[in-house]
């Protein structure tokens, strides 16, 4: 972990062999952001239980606000409801998906952070292995193996994610879309549903009948005579 918001590692605990289906990479902790509108800063961590620089347990505390999230069982859960979970239908994890997919955010420059939600997020393993980027897979429908380029993430409203920290978005619903802007590079794209209303910084550049695929257009500057 980095940063100097890290606290020492302690009490850590190895769990058996065998039992892992999510996975939380120990560096992708430093992706992770509070939910609560304030100053952006690193989660700081206390490990409960690692094995093989897999997280299994932990606490995440937030050093400007106090609020707290939880690592458990490899997934990071920052809901602020708890009920919320991703209610959608995964979708094959085939590799013709996953080149669809990275095709269509673009994902040629190894080690870019891409989001996948919902049903999307079952090809985070395909996509990391194909494109070596980095993935969060926001509210898996179905476990992810060890990896460490992918990690399970559970939200609701709002990308637990630093601002401009995405070089790709795939959601499966909108509940995330009015966030996008903020999360996704200039430059970065979106994959969403053909229905979905693109909020302002993305402009449109492709669509199907099941998709559209934008891309964020940055910081509009005026121009001063």
Same mark, same amino acid.
């Given at each position: 972990l980095q940063g100097h918001h890290r606290r020492p590692l302690r009490g850590l605990n190895r769990r058996p062999r065998g039992s892992r289906r999510f996975t939380m990479f120990i560096e992708l902790v430093d992706?992770? #952001?509070?939910? $609560?509108?304030?100053?952006?800063?690193?989660?700081?961590?206390?490990?409960?239980?690692?094995?093989?620089r897999y997280v299994i347990?932990?606490?995440?505390?937030?050093?400007?606000? @106090?609020? $707290?999230?939880?690592?458990?069982?490899? *997934?990071?859960?920052?809901?602020?409801?708890?009920?919320? $979970? %991703? @209610?959608?239908?995964?979708?094959?994890?085939g590799t013709d998906a996953a080149m669809r997919i990275a095709a269509f955010l673009n994902l040629t420059r190894p080690?870019?952070?891409?989001?996948?939600? @919902?049903?999307?997020?079952?090809?985070? #393993?395909?996509?990391s292995e194909m494109t070596e980027c980095r993935v969060i897979a926001l509210n898996p429908s179905n476990p992810l193996d060890d990896s460490e380029q992918a990690a399970s993430v559970l939200c609701d409203s709002r990308f637990p994610l630093a601002t401009a920290s995405l070089d790709g978005i795939a959601l499966s619903q909108d509940k995330l879309i009015a966030d996008v802007a903020r999360v996704l590079k200039s430059s970065g794209r979106v994959v969403v549903g053909a229905a979905a209303n693109l909020p302002a910084g993305l402009m449109? *550049?492709?669509?199907?009948?099941?998709?559209? *695929?934008?891309? %964020?257009?940055? $910081? *509009?500057?005026?121009l001063r005579r």
């Open positions: 992706s992770l #952001r509070c939910l $609560t509108p304030h100053e952006e800063t690193w989660l700081v961590a206390a490990l409960n239980a690692v094995q093989d347990k932990a606490k995440l505390g937030c050093p400007v606000c @106090g609020a $707290t999230y939880f690592i458990r069982n490899g *997934i990071a859960d920052l809901r602020q409801e708890e009920s919320v $979970t %991703s @209610g959608d239908e995964s979708i094959s994890s080690g870019s952070l891409v989001a996948l939600e @919902g049903r999307y997020a079952n090809l985070a #393993r395909a996509i449109e *550049i492709a669509r199907d009948e099941n998709a559209i *695929i934008a891309e %964020s257009i940055g $910081t *509009i500057v005026p």
